[in-house]
């Protein structure tokens, strides 16, 4: 399965693209507000793509954003009813992961049988704060304390998007 939008490609990850994504999940920028810290090797990138491509066996939900050849970031449903992005910092400000979420979301409710589609972030990332409440996602929750990286804790802001009728 392959969704294309104006500007984007969003497709199953495949071998060939270690060296994008570990541009992308090594990058201090792009993983400042993820749930693990930024990759220090390409073996650790390499079992994030071995987990990507063995779950696009299943229904894909979970894409690799390709612009121009170049995969720049991630985005779908990862796990449950969850849904998270991840951009190249270089890509940042030019509305490419609402394109890419955009086309996404009415996918996975039509693959899925899901009530809802819900997603984690953190509250100092205003971007994806406000990028979720514009495709939609209504705050449910949040919680203190969630993710301890590299000694630090952040909390998370949880929200909801609730299957169109």
Same mark, same amino acid.
């Not at 990862?78 to 996404?104: N, S």
């Not at 929750?141 to 993710?147: G, K, L, P, S, Y």
């Not at 000694?151 to 998370?156: K, R």
């Given at each position: 399965?392959?969704?294309?939008?104006?500007?984007?490609?969003?497709?199953?990850?495949?071998?060939? *693209?270690?060296?994008?994504?570990?541009?992308?999940?090594?990058?201090?920028?792009?993983?400042?507000?993820?749930?693990?810290?930024?990759?220090?090797?390409?073996?650790?990138?390499?079992?994030?793509?071995?987990?990507?491509?063995?779950?696009?066996?299943?229904?894909?939900?979970?894409?690799?954003?390709?612009?121009?050849?170049?995969?720049?970031?991630?985005?779908?449903?990862?796990?449950?009813?969850?849904?998270?992005?991840?951009?190249?910092?270089?890509?940042?400000?030019?509305?490419?992961?609402?394109?890419?979420?955009?086309?996404?979301?009415?996918?996975?409710?039509?693959?899925? *049988?899901?009530?809802?589609?819900?997603?984690?972030?953190?509250?100092?990332?205003?971007?994806?704060?406000?990028?979720?409440?514009?495709?939609?996602?209504?705050?449910?929750?949040?919680?203190?304390?969630?993710?301890?990286?590299?000694?630090?804790?952040?909390?998370?802001?949880?929200?909801?998007?609730?299957?169109?009728?």
């Amino acid at each position: 399965m392959t969704l294309v939008t104006e500007r984007l490609i969003l497709r199953a990850a495949k071998p060939g *693209d270690l060296m994008d994504l570990y541009a992308i999940f090594s990058d201090p920028r792009a993983m400042r507000f993820w749930s693990t810290p930024p990759h220090n090797s390409l073996a650790r990138t390499q079992e994030n793509l071995d987990r990507l491509i063995a779950s696009a066996v299943r229904t894909l939900t979970y894409f690799v954003i390709e612009v121009d050849g170049r995969v720049i970031g991630t985005a779908g449903m990862h796990k449950a009813d969850e849904v998270g992005f991840l951009l190249h910092p270089d890509y940042w400000r030019q509305g490419i992961v609402t394109e890419a979420m955009t086309a996404i979301i009415p996918y996975l409710f039509a693959v899925t *049988d899901h009530a809802q589609l819900t997603a984690d972030a953190d509250p100092r990332n205003a971007a994806s704060v406000g990028l979720l409440q514009s495709l939609g996602f209504r705050e449910t929750h949040r919680a203190e304390r969630t993710f301890c990286i590299n000694g630090a804790w952040s909390d998370s802001v949880y929200f909801a998007l609730q299957r169109p009728s």
